[in-house]
């Protein structure tokens, strides 16, 4: 078993910036690829970003593409979502993800969620 925390989330302007972090342990050595998702109110989960977690190769959507940097600490077990530029477009709960396979952009790839943390942007 794999348990993920996020923490970070929080209500911000318009244009600022979050740092979202994601606390992996357990079979942390079972991990192939760590992803961030998003979900808004009444809508299915949408996919943000994902990283490799020993070879740091990434992916993100493209309405993030530029904005937001996905990136993992290996010696701490923790993955780190870097939002910039912020939207009010960008308000929903943000789910960490872990996958013991290949995974990207579907959520039914990962095989362990995070309980979620909330990002508001106001304008």
Avoid: H
Avoid at 7 to 27: E, H, K, M, P, Y
Avoid at 85 to 103: F, H, I, R, V
């Amino acid at each position: 078993q794999v348990q993920l925390v996020e923490s970070g989330g929080g209500l911000v302007q318009a244009g600022d910036s979050l740092r979202l972090s994601c606390a992996a342990s357990g079979r942390t050595f079972s991990i192939y690829k760590m992803g961030w998702f998003r979900q808004f109110p009444g809508k299915e989960r949408e996919f943000v970003a994902a990283i490799t977690w020993s070879g740091g190769t990434t992916d993100y959507a493209d309405s993030v593409k530029g904005r937001f940097t996905i990136s993992r600490d290996n010696a701490k077990n923790t993955v780190y979502l870097q939002a910039n530029s912020l939207k009010p477009e960008d308000t929903a709960a943000y789910y960490c993800a872990a996958s013991t396979g290949w995974a990207t952009y579907y959520d039914r790839q990962y095989d362990y969620w995070g309980q979620g943390t909330q990002v508001t942007v106001s304008s």
